[in-house]
């Protein structure tokens, strides 16, 4: 199973100025125009309702214009230029690469979209894509997701193995939540019997479970 860290922080524009090339600079402006153009005429109707907006083609060369370890921090700041409404951002997802649907999900969070995009995180919450997963629970799973559902997150992480320090809000959420204690007890039970580890990840989680000081103990080979 491939490990994957949790998902790195999205530069700002200023910082990406000071690591990109000329060429890439100026490719930018130009895209960061075009989502701006876009969101500045949201209201007006397209005069060919089936052309893709420009913005959307800079979103997907973004990787081959300004490499692809900026590739998210390109994609997130042109989501959020265009003020990327449901529509485009479920296109862009359901029609991009991984990276493209990593992109998306880191940038809910800065658009205004409540929770209406929460179907893109279970989506992504459904593959075994460690930087998907990593990406989906994020402050957007965070704020959105209702108890069953993150409660799985948190098992799919643990199962996948995306360190848990992915998950936000992982303290406030995971607090006194006896729901969560018996499904991780559960999943710890099946790994020693089928004579697997159990994840490190679970213990801690395990403990901020606990409704006082007192954590409680994870099942271990010798209990």
């Not at 907006?53 to 800079?58: D, Y």
Request: net charge negative.
């Amino acid at each position: 199973m491939t490990h994957h860290t949790p998902t790195t922080p999205l530069l700002s524009r200023k910082e990406l100025d000071t690591l990109l090339g000329g060429a890439a600079r100026a490719w930018l402006d130009e895209a960061l125009a075009e989502a701006a153009h876009a969101a500045a005429h949201a209201d007006a109707a397209p005069a060919d309702r089936y052309a893709v907006p420009p913005w959307e083609l800079r979103y997907a060369a973004a990787g081959r214009q300004c490499g692809l370890e900026h590739a998210d921090s390109v994609r997130a700041l042109l989501l959020a230029e265009a003020r990327a409404g449901l529509s485009a951002v479920t296109r862009l997802y359901e029609q991009g690469t991984a990276a493209e649907r990593r992109a998306v999900l880191l940038t809910l969070p800065a658009l205004d979209l409540g929770p209406a995009a929460l179907p893109l995180v279970e989506d992504a919450l459904r593959t075994n894509d460690t930087t998907l997963i990593a990406a989906a629970v994020g402050p957007y799973a965070a704020a959105h997701l209702d108890p069953h559902s993150w409660r799985h997150a948190v098992l799919k992480c643990l199962f996948t193995g995306v360190p848990v320090e992915a998950v936000d809000g992982l303290a406030r959420r995971s607090h006194g939540d006896a729901e969560l204690a018996r499904m991780l007890g559960d999943f710890a039970a099946e790994r020693i019997a089928a004579g697997r580890p159990v994840p490190a990840g679970l213990h801690h989680v395990l403990a901020l479970t606990a409704p006082g000081p007192a954590a409680p103990a994870a099942p271990t080979e010798e209990s």
